[in-house]
C-alpha cells in the first residue's frame, strides 16, 4: 500500500467519524459546517482567482461576483444553522440523506467506471464515463430501503425522484467544479486533506445537493 493511498484512507476514516459526530451531536454538525464553509469558499475564491488573473476589468467582475455570491452563500450558512437547532425535527434527516446521496453517487462513478470503462461522459473530466454516471444514480438508489418510511416519510415514487435529482445535481456540481480546475491549471483546489486534495474537492456535489435536496424534501 503506498503512502498516498495510506493518506486517503485514514483521511476518509476521519472524515467518516465527523460524518457521524455532525449527525448526533448539533453543536459538532455547527462547528464543522462553519469550518468547512470558510475553507471551501476560500479554496473557490483562490481557483476562480486564477482563472481570471492579469485582467482589470475580470477582476473587478470577480470581485463583484464574489461579493454578490458570498453574500446568498453566508445566508444559506445561517439559515442551516438556524434550521438545525430548531424543533424541525426531518431537516436534519434531509440534510444527512442529501449529503449521502452525493457520497454513494461518488463512490458508484468511482466503481462502475472502473469497471465498465466505456464511452467518457464529457471533455471538462476525462476519467467520467457514460458507465459511471448510471453507476452514481443506481447507487444512490441503494439508500433508500434505509429509509423509506423508517426515516423519511414520503410515497416511494417521490423519494425515488427526490434521490435521482439530487444525485444528478452532485454529479453537476461535480463537473462545475472540475470544469473551473481545468481553466485554472490545477489538480486539486488545495492540498489541505491528505491523499483527498482540498476540501472543495471532497464537498464539490454535496454542496450543490444539500440545499436542493432540503428543498425538494419540504416541497414535494
Known amino acids: 500500500m503506498n503512502s498516498n493511498l495510506k493518506k486517503r484512507i485514514l483521511t476518509s476514516i476521519f472524515l467518516t467519524f465527523l460524518l457521524i459526530g455532525m449527525f448526533f451531536y448539533s453543536y459538532i454538525m455547527i462547528v464543522s459546517l462553519i469550518i468547512i464553509a470558510i475553507i471551501s469558499w476560500i ?58 446521496v452525493a457520497i454513494m453517487s461518488d463512490i458508484g462513478g ?55 435529482i439530487i444525485s444528478l445535481t452532485s454529479q453537476l456540481g461535480d463537473l462545475f467544479i472540475s470544469l473551473l480546475k481545468r481553466k485554472a491549471k490545477v489538480k486539486d483546489t488545495s492540498d489541505l486533506l491528505p491523499g483527498h486534495g482540498g476540501v472543495l474537492d471532497r464537498i464539490d456535489g454535496i454542496i450543490f445537493a444539500i440545499p436542493l435536496g432540503i428543498i425538494l424534501f419540504i416541497v414535494i
Open 43 to 100: 479554496e473557490f475564491y483562490a481557483l476562480i482567482s486564477k482563472i481570471l488573473k492579469k485582467n482589470i476589468l475580470k477582476d473587478r467582475i470577480l470581485r463583484f461576483f464574489y461579493k454578490t455570491l458570498s453574500l446568498f452563500y453566508l445566508s444559506g450558512l445561517v439559515y442551516l444553522i438556524f434550521a438545525i437547532e430548531s424543533e424541525y425535527s426531518n431537516f436534519k434527516i434531509y440534510l444527512l440523506y442529501s449529503v449521502l
Open 110 to 164: 468511482l466503481i462502475c467506471g472502473q469497471i465498465f470503462k466505456g464511452k467518457k461522459l464529457t471533455k471538462i473530466s476525462p476519467n467520467k464515463t457514460i458507465s459511471g454516471s448510471i453507476g452514481s444514480l443506481i447507487f444512490s438508489l441503494f439508500l433508500i430501503p434505509f429509509f423509506y418510511k423508517s426515516q423519511i416519510d414520503q410515497n416511494l415514487l417521490s423519494l425515488f425522484l427526490i434521490t435521482i
